[in-house]
T-cell receptor
Framework: NAGVTQTPKFRVLKTGQSMTLLCAQD?????MYWYRQDPGMGLRLIHY???????AKGEVPDGYNVSRLKKQNFLLGLESAAPSQTSVYFC????????????FGPGTRLTVL | AQSVTQLGSHVSVSEGALVLLRCNYSSSVPPYLFWYVQYPNQGLQLLLKYTSAATLVKGINGFEAEFKKSETSFHLTKPSAHMSDAAEYFC???????????FGTGTRLLVSP
């Protein structure tokens, strides 16, 4: 039981490049979330999903897209990376939504030059 | 909208001393409240959560928090700090009117020998 895994762990991009971050969970969770963590700002919700095939915007969705084609996977895409997207990205998942314990992945550290 | 305020971005204690991390919340309805801990280079994990069953909530690793409605507070305490408690701690609030968990900005706990 691996829990929540994230790929890659580190990435450096140049401004304007694109990339996809992969989150996978093996706990059969319905809800999945993408957060970004910046110094002094805590975690902010980017997008979330309440089940396979669904996505919704969070607090800071601009510049990101997501897809949940399979229940166990939640992908976060950056179409044209900007230095303001330099951050640590965390994926989380749970059974019953935000009132339930969230299980976090180890994070992806992204630097955009 | 709901929010949380964590007083003090850094708290320093000596090993064996009382740990007190402060969290005040803003919510128009009875909230769900959480404390998460983040060890260096890891994702967040749940310490404890308040769901209105009891005002004093006990969590893992000897931590506990007390919900005080009159003070809109949910402070985290531990009677005796251990070196392994050094980490960043996040308070978070969720109310049933919204589908999002809102995190505070975090408090880094430093434990000295």
């Amino acid at each position: 039981n691996a829990g929540v895994t994230q790929t890659p762990k580190f990435r450096v991009l140049k401004t304007g490049q694109s990339m996809t971050l992969l989150c996978a969970q093996d706990m059969n969770h319905e809800y999945m979330y993408w957060y970004r963590q910046d110094p002094g700002m805590g975690l902010r919700l980017i997008h979330y999903s309440v089940g396979e095939g669904t996505t919704a915007k969070g607090e800071v969705p601009d510049g990101y897209n997501v897809s949940r084609l399979k229940k166990q996977n939640f992908l976060l895409g950056l179409e044209s990376a900007a230095p303001s997207q330099t951050s640590v990205y965390f994926c989380a998942s749970n059974y019953r939504g935000p009132t339930d314990t969230q299980y976090f992945g180890p994070g992806t550290r992204l630097t955009v030059l | 909208a709901q929010s949380v305020t964590q007083l003090g971005s850094h708290v320093s204690v000596s090993e064996g001393a009382l740990v007190l991390l402060r969290c005040n919340y803003s919510s128009s309805v009875p909230p769900y409240l959480f404390w998460y801990v983040q060890y260096p280079n890891q994702g967040l994990q749940l310490l404890l959560k308040y769901t209105s069953a009891a005002t004093l909530v006990k969590g893992i690793n000897g931590f506990e928090a007390e919900f005080k409605k009159s003070e809109t507070s949910f402070h985290l305490t531990k009677p005796s700090a251990h070196m392994s408690d050094a980490a960043e701690y996040f308070c978070a609030v969720m109310n049933t009117g919204f589908q999002k968990l809102v995190f505070g900005t975090g408090t880094r706990l430093l434990v000295s020998p």
